[in-house]
């Protein structure tokens, strides 16, 4: 292969979360340009997330000292600080992880959809930086393709795998378009917050309460929603369509009471989700008309079951990317013949633009109609001649067949631009 792949990584599997941060780049946009000029990389994508920084690079004579050293630089570190953490792969297994990534397979929860995007939104940005080309970009197009056709044929992405995933969703399931409706999130926890980015994933509007209003207001800062003072919302449970309740108060915080005068005015009913522990949502809610409650054992017992679901389907998913590794790689290889291919095509019909100026000239030919049979017909036999020896290059070259993609280059003169 005339250009390789590499695949520099830092990931949760190598590092915790605290040490990983330090692997991480401030400017993506510096990170490009320093990677390009010092690692001997002709193109590169970098993968930024909280669980993973990696460094996709293409090139015929890369360096990884030079990239760990870049890498370094770029964070402020030690190059002795990727000793343990670094984990790198080349060429073929280069692809696998990355379908494996697209897929689902390699995050902290199986079959997480969150990454999908993020790969996605990395090829965007490399592709407007113009740090990526030919072989990245191809390489990421197909591994999405892939990612995304595995994930809707085995249903890994199915279901909610956290207790504020499931409860956003169980909320989408049984509210008709919710994004219409009034959203309350009651506490600032570790649960609300899970509550909290997955709504915003999603593109809600919710508000925000906690005991204080400083707490809240802190809480929105990070992760999106908009405050609203506690006492004014014990007084006005009737204006919420749905309410996500994940504090920890010893006593039942939505009482039947509050609820049966709430209902009187919000004719339209409401959702409930308890997602305390214990509970603050009294179980009592449940047998007023117009009310769906719902409290965190349930959705917990349904997390539990979507997760078992996953890890079923892991295998399938494994035996895809198997099948489909060869299809990329042949994808990946068939790139090295295209250069020669367009370079033979170009020169020939150059020779045949110049040979029929020559003929027509000596034919003295002035029809236009005669003129263009004639410039078909040449274009036609050029086309005849060349189309059997560039498919077999490029069949030659998918294989991975060196050595024919070397004679080739020999046969019709051809020197790589650099």
């Known amino acids: 292969m005339n250009q390789n792949i590499i695949n520099a990584r830092v990931t949760f599997h190598s590092s915790p979360i605290h040490v990983l941060e330090r692997f991480t780049f401030r400017d993506i946009d510096s990170a490009y340009s320093n990677f390009k000029e010092h690692s001997e990389l002709d193109e590169c994508v970098i993968i930024q997330t909280c669980n993973r920084v990696e460094l996709f690079g293409s090139g015929k004579n890369y360096n990884i000292e030079k990239i760990k050293k870049t890498w370094a630089s770029l964070a402020g570190l030690e190059e ?22 697209t897929s689902g397979l390699d995050s902290m929860v199986i079959g997480e959809e969150q990454i999908l995007g993020q790969v996605k939104d990395s090829i965007t940005k490399a592709r407007s930086t113009k740090s990526s080309g030919q072989y990245l970009n191809t390489l990421f ?82 992760m999106g929603g908009t405050p609203v003072k506690f006492e004014d919302v014990l007084s006005s449970f009737h204006k919420y369509d749905v309410m996500f309740v994940a504090t920890s108060a010893p006593y039942f915080l939505i009482t039947h009471e509050r609820i049966l005068n709430a209902i009187k005015e919000n004719k339209n009913g409401m959702m409930i989700l308890d997602l305390s522990n214990p509970r603050t949502v009294d179980e009592g809610v449940a047998t007023i008309g117009g009310i769906k409650l719902m409290n965190l054992d349930q959705i917990a017992e349904m997390v539990d ?20 590794l060869p299809v990329l790689e042949a994808s990946m290889n068939r790139l090295d013949a295209e250069p020669i291919v367009k370079d033979v095509f170009k020169n020939i019909n150059s020779l045949r633009e110049k040979e029929l100026k020559k003929a027509l000239q000596m034919l003295d030919e002035q029809d236009e109609e005669k003129i263009k049979i004639i410039d078909e017909l040449t274009k036609a036999v050029v086309e005849s001649i060349l189309s059997q020896p560039m498919n077999n290059l490029r069949r030659a070259s998918e294989q991975g067949n060196h050595e024919i993609l070397e004679a080739a280059s020999k046969l019709f003169d051809y020197k790589k631009k650099e």
């Open 305 to 324: 079951k979507n997760m078992r679901s996953r890890m079923a389907k892991v295998k399938t998913v494994e035996n895809i990317i198997n099948e489909e």
């Open 80 to 101: 002795n600080a990727f000793k343990e953490n670094l984990e790198v792969s080349e060429n073929s297994h280069a692809y696998h992880h990355l379908l494996k990534l």
């Open 141 to 222: 197009d197909k591994a999405i393709h892939v990612g995304a056709r595995i994930r809707n044929t085995t249903g890994i992405s199915k279901g909610g795998i956290s207790v504020g995933t499931m409860a956003v969703k169980l909320a989408e399931e049984n509210i008709d378009e919710l994004k219409s409706k009034h959203i309350l999130l009651i506490g600032t926890g570790d649960i609300s917050t899970l509550v909290a980015k997955s709504l915003g994933r999603r593109g809600y509007s919710f508000l925000v309460t906690s005991r204080t209003i400083d707490r809240a207001k802190a809480f929105c800062e990070t």
